[in-house]
Each structure stands twice: as C-alpha cells, then as structure tokens.
C-alpha cells in the first residue's frame, strides 16, 4: 500500500483491521473456536476486491515483460485479469511456458495458489491445421489439462475464437428461463399480453442477449436479410415465448405471431446494444483495451475485412447515420437506439410481408394484417380464453380447414373442397362469409356488426372478411371472435356426423 502512497491513518486502520485477525465457523451444532487468519482477505468486505487488486497489481507487470505476449496498439495484454479470474495470452507455446514459469515464482513469493483443477490451456486458431501438434503446458510440476473451448466471464468461446456454442448455451439457459417463467404463470386467466410480455424482457431477454455486445457481429447476415432472423438461437426462444401466449401450435409461422403480438424481433434489441456499447467506445480513453481493440477492428475495415467495425456501420447504415460523426449527448445516444429498433423492426416486416405471395399459406392473412401493431383482441377483457385462442389460430391459418388440410395433401387448391356444403374450396373467407351451413349464425353477426357499422351490408364480400379481421372496435371484435368459436363448434359437429 506504501508503494501507492496509501499512508496516515487509513493505512493505519486497515492495518489494524488485519493485524491479529480471527475468524471463526458456524456450524449446526454451534460456532467453533477462533482460528488466526494468515493471509487473504475478508470475505464480503467491501474493501476486499481493492485491497485484492493492489496486491497482485504488479503480477501483470511480471507477465506483460515475456517477449511474445500480444499487444493491441501500444498496450501489451499478457494478461487479462478480472476479480480472482486470470487469462494469460502469448502468441507461441515457448512465451506462454515462460509466462507460467514467471507466474510460478510469483505465486510462490507471495503466497498464491493456483486452482490447477480449474486451469485451462486452450489454442486458438482460425483454421483447424491437419499438422496439428499437440502442446502441454506445465505450472510448476503440474500439467494443465487442455481445452476447445473456455467459459469467460461467462461466456464460452471456443479454439477457433467463435461464439457459436456460447450463443447456443445462452439460448438453452433461456429456454429454462422461460420454461420457468411460463410453469408460474395463471394460465386459467384471460390477460393482456403486456404482462408476460414484460417478465420476458426483464428475465429470459437477458440472458438470451448477454455479451451480445461482443458476438451480435456473428449475425451480420440477419442485418441484410432480415427473413432469417427467425433462425438465430435467442429468436427462437423469443417464438416460442410468443406462440406460448397466444396459444398457438409450434408450427405456426413465426412472424405471424410477433406481427399479432407486435413484437419486435430480439435482433433490433441487440442492435440497439451494439451501438449503445460503439457509443460508449467512442468516448472512451485511448489507453484502454476495449478502445484499442476497437481501433484493430476499424484498420481491418478499412482494409476490407469482415470486422466488428463493419457490422456497426452496417446497422449505423440502416438508420442512415454518418458513421465518421461522434455522437454529441445522451438524448442523441438515446434517440439512435430508439431508431435502430423500430428501423429494423420495420425492415423486418416489411421483408416478410413481401416475401408472401398468393401461394403462401400467409396469403389470407395479408388482406387484412398490415401494421405491426398489438392486435386490439388481445388487449379485449372478459372473453373466455379458447374464442381467443381459436380466433388468433383462425387468422394466422393454424386450423385444419380444407384449404390448410390439402396443402399437407398437396392437393391443388380449387380441390380442397368444403366437406360439409360441397360447394367450393374451404378457405377463412369461405368458413366466415359463405358456408351455408353456419348461415343463422353469421345472419345473427350480421345483423348486430349493423347496429354498429350501418354501412356493413354495402361492403364487397373483401371488404367485409377485412372489416371483420381487422375492426379496432371492441364490440365488432368480440362479435366476430364469438362467431368463428360458435361456427367452429358447429363444424365439427357436423363433421363428425359426416365421418
Ligand atoms: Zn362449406
């Protein structure tokens, strides 16, 4: 503490607060007698982590001075350490056995020890070498088991410097998450989506997007073509949580259910971060790592190679911000995040909507979605939880009408007849405009949408299968939501009838 020029009396009360330490343990059975405490710190001090830190201060010094450690700009990183975590890097096998030498000796001279049950070799190389040699590295006398792969800070990267598997152990811990989160959920209650909505973002989000900082630069390709995202580990989850809530199959196409839910996709969320963290860089001292590794990162754009950089400028591209400008304040830093969710929250939509054409199984559904907006039915109190449930699998065409049966028949689409009428393909406009076989119930819609909406009657029969889809009113919605129920009660009557 001297050599920090830590003197007076706050030297003098943390030495007094070590001199003649005892600790003791609790057990069952009572506390056992005081023992005196040599060396190490107090546990759950607030002091410790500082005190730890000035006491191995100089052990980067000692590893930083091997020849071969690797530097980022001017800064040798021989080592990275963080709380009682340490990494060693060299660039050869010869650096990194002379590195654990010197580390030996350090440990020895100030009383450390080494946890070699949790100590890891690992190389990493971009290419897997046919003439790969097997290297063993020695801490003191003992062998230090080797590795492809290695959990830092909690993320796992492996011997070819990639996130993949870490990403995907992010996605299985999130899968628990929210495995955990929907078995504590009422399920017997109609509620707002916003609810689960909320605990989803605030529990099983971050850990499905943790160092995305560091790794959303391996999705570079979901920037350009944002019908893919629905691929990546942690958008899966995201589908999952949404179909969860609206009761919907697997299968259902997912993004039908984030447009039913308007929900965007995690991806924006994770744009939004990267920047957030570019922002944080470009403020930042140039005598830090972070900043440093930044500017690599920009010299290997520069010289036309795939970089971290590159995927910054790449999203800073779709809100189209000057990526040489600085960002001045925290409500511009704000405003950029904002932007860059709805931006590629947009994008995403809209690449989706125009990726549907008349063959899709989506067709129906674009005549009458076309925001991405939460649908108002959602949101409508007092309906009992299977209308809903029906009539958002009604409309993103999860149901077994003819017209969906046929297609997993491969039946051309003018034979996926009605069974019960007989009189043309069962399509949703069909079940809900034609089918005489539910007259006296859609008579009775009919009549109560026109107490409503006088003008109804006088619509085409497009106008009127949009109008009742994609109503805002309450009273309309609940209507129809209770007729597709009524009708689809009645539809399977009939055709058990049939059968
Ligand atoms: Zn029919």
New binding site residues.
Partial sequence: MKNFRIGGKFYGIIKNMYTNAHSCIKLPSGIIKSFPIERGIKQGDTLSPYLFNLYINDMSEVLNKCSDAPTLGNIIVGCLMYADDLIIISETSNGLQNMLDRLHSYCLKWRLQLNIKKTRTMIIRKRQSSKQVSVSFKFGNDIITSTDRYSYLGLLINSKGQFSEGIDCLKKKGYKALYHMTGSLYTGLTFSPEVPIKIFDSTVRPILTYGCEAWASEYFKMLLKPTQVDKAPFEQINNKFCKYILGVPSRASNFTVKAELGREPIFAYICSQVLRYWIRIQDMDMNRLVKQAYLSELDLYKAGKTSWAGFVFQILKTINFDNTKTVKSKTEARQIKCQIRTAYTDLYYDSNYASINHKSKLRTYVTFKNDNNMEKYLQVDNVPQSWRKLYCNFRISCHDLQIERGRYLKLAPELRI???????S?TEQ??AL?????SHLRQNLFREIRKIHTNFLNLDHHERFKFLFNSQNVEIIKLTMEFISNAYTLRKEKLLNIA
Wanted: hydrophobic residues 25%; charged residues 25%.
């Fill in positions: 009605c069974k019960i009428c007989k009189l043309e069962e069909h079940f034609f089918c005489p076989s539910y």
